[in-house]
């Protein structure tokens, strides 16, 4: 009885305390709501939110609340969060419990999980950038959706190879039924109304922008396949659009190294009138700018290569006037460690500068708008008995086929917690709103 006293009066404040106007767009390549001026952020990955907010397998609501409220006292407004994994529980690397078992067939605990998440972020005056696919193996992603459509059984990197992956998915953007499949599935997320707040999604102020899915990728050189590809992105972007006129949306895209290093492809995608602002993502290690075994010294040449990345993207951005988010970015734990005890020097360096960068943007009413590190994994408790992560286990900000705390930032990482609490409060002298000036270059 208790449970639903408390739903009926989140309901009661969401439905009278927000209002769409409150809905985020672009002006002048900056991000407003109308009501206040130009607004930059700092956020984070919380790609497990829904799990959480559900009631069944996996779900923690105390937690749930425990984490947004430590967020939101360090200056973070802003959360990408994966909408669901789809295929069957049990594959290792997956993370689960999943949001759609088969096509059309929902796990309605962790849509109704999606829901208190968005009414709780509501109440907090947070956002959430909701991404609908995925190109990787985590969540299910491109070869679920291309075993669905009888392509085979979908590949498992961790079993069959990197190689074998990405030769496997890069048939998805040529797989008429596959796109079928997941274009109905966005129609069903993005078309929903929320239980708790029975407002509709499209009307919803918590959610930031919808996200055609993380790190899309065509996964060939292949003119035919690229040109493929960027179509899907346009016809995904148009449809989520077709659906919800009011919030934005953006591709998830990780920049020119998603998109087979061909920044001409990057930009013809992004150039698509649907697709509202601009993403990146940026991982040092995995792209060779920083050794496991030195770290430290590697971090003058990390940070290098990223204010390369960041400016290369920028005039692309310069000429389209859109916002660039860089929402992806992580840097390993001092020494390489997983231990959530060990020392991050070196990645309070490296956030730093980044950090710096937002600030000057702001500063400046650039187009350099938002990052969300990866990732955020709060009071997650490690399990100590594998590396990577289990069902029972705590989740944390690393998914499930990586070892689990190298990129997370926990609730004990004081000195991380110091440089984004820093941060923030330098974005945000007034809650994160700038005025909106004529844009810069």
């Known amino acids: 009885?208790?449970?639903?006293?408390?739903?009926?009066?989140?309901?009661?404040?969401?439905?009278?305390?927000?209002?769409?106007?409150?809905?985020?767009?672009?002006?002048?390549?900056?991000?407003?709501?109308?009501?206040?001026?130009?607004?930059?952020?700092?956020?984070?990955?919380?790609?497990?939110?829904?799990?959480?907010?559900?009631?069944?397998?996996?779900?923690?609501?105390a937690r749930l609340a425990e984490e947004l409220d430590a967020l939101k006292s360090i200056g973070i407004s802003n959360l990408r969060v994966l909408v669901g994994g789809d295929g069957p529980d049990g594959i290792p690397t997956r993370v689960?419990?999943?949001?759609?078992?088969?096509?059309?067939?929902?796990?309605?605990?962790?849509?109704?999980?999606?829901?208190?998440?968005?009414a709780e972020m509501g109440r907090r005056d947070m956002k959430a950038v909701l991404y609908l696919n995925n190109s990787w193996e985590w969540s299910g992603g491109y070869g679920m959706y291309l075993e669905w459509a009888g392509a085979g059984k979908a590949v498992i990197p961790a079993v069959d190879g990197y190689p074998a992956y990405m030769e496997s998915v890069s048939g998805f953007v040529t797989d008429e039924k596959a796109k079928a499949l997941f274009a109905e599935h966005v129609k069903?997320?993005?078309?929903?109304?929320?239980?708790?707040?029975?407002?509709?999604y499209?009307?919803?102020?918590?959610?930031?922008?919808?996200?055609?899915?993380?790190?899309?990728?065509?996964?060939?050189?292949?003119?035919?396949?690229?040109?493929?590809?960027?179509?899907?992105?346009?016809?995904?972007?148009?449809?989520?659009?077709?659906?919800?006129?009011?919030?934005?949306?953006?591709?998830?895209?990780?920049?020119?190294?998603?998109?087979?290093g061909d920044m001409a492809l990057f930009e013809k995608i992004h150039s698509c009138p649907d697709i509202d602002y601009m993403n990146i993502h940026i991982w040092p290690y995995n792209w060779g700018w920083a050794k496991a075994g030195s770290l430290e010294e590697d971090l003058p040449?990390?940070?290098?290569?990223?204010?390369?990345?960041?400016?290369?993207?920028?005039?692309?951005?310069?000429?389209?006037?859109?916002?660039?988010?860089?929402?992806?970015?992580?840097?390993?734990?001092?020494?390489?460690?997983?231990?959530?005890?060990?020392?991050?020097?070196?990645?309070?360096?490296?956030?730093?500068?980044?950090?710096?960068?937002?600030v000057e943007s702001a500063n400046e009413g650039g187009l350099f708008a938002g990052v969300n590190f990866w990732g955020w994994g709060g009071s997650a408790v490690q399990s100590g008995t594998d590396v990577y992560w289990r069902p029972g286990d705590d989740y944390c900000g690393d998914p499930a086929q990586e070892p689990q705390?190298?990129?997370?930032?926990?609730?004990?990482?004081?000195?991380?917690?110091?440089?984004?609490?820093?941060?923030?409060?330098?974005?945000?002298?007034?809650?994160?709103?700038?005025?909106?000036?004529?844009?810069?270059?």
């Open 96 to 118: 689960s419990p999943t949001l759609q078992k088969e096509p059309g067939v929902y796990n309605d605990t962790i849509f109704r999980g999606l829901d208190f998440l968005l």
């Open 405 to 441: 705390g190298l990129n997370s930032v926990y609730s004990d990482d004081l000195s991380t917690l110091a440089v984004i609490r820093n941060a923030a409060s330098r974005l945000a002298p007034s809650g994160g709103k700038y005025s909106v000036p004529s844009q810069k270059n």
């Open 188 to 200: 069903t997320v993005v078309s929903r109304t929320n239980t708790v707040t029975g407002k509709a």
């Open 301 to 358: 040449y990390a940070v290098a290569k990223t204010g390369e990345y960041i400016d290369l993207h920028l005039e692309v951005a310069r000429r389209y006037g859109k916002p660039v988010v860089l929402e992806e970015f992580g840097f390993p734990r001092d020494g390489f460690s997983f231990s959530k005890s060990s020392s991050v020097k070196a990645r309070d360096k490296y956030y730093s500068y980044i950090f710096d960068r937002v």
């Open 1 to 61: 009885m208790r449970h639903k006293l408390i739903t009926f009066i989140m309901a009661v404040f969401m439905v009278c305390g927000c209002n769409s106007s409150d809905i985020i767009y672009v002006k002048n390549g900056m991000f407003t709501d109308g009501n206040r001026g130009g607004q930059y952020f700092i956020g984070t990955n919380f790609w497990y939110g829904a799990i959480l907010g559900s009631e069944g397998e996996g779900g923690d609501r």
């Open 202 to 260: 499209k009307d919803d102020p918590a959610i930031f922008s919808w996200q055609i899915g993380n790190e899309p990728r065509c996964f060939s050189s292949d003119p035919v396949v690229k040109a493929a590809f960027a179509d899907w992105m346009w016809s995904m972007a148009s449809l989520i659009k077709s659906i919800d006129p009011n919030h934005l949306v953006s591709s998830g895209s990780e920049g020119v190294w998603g998109c087979e």
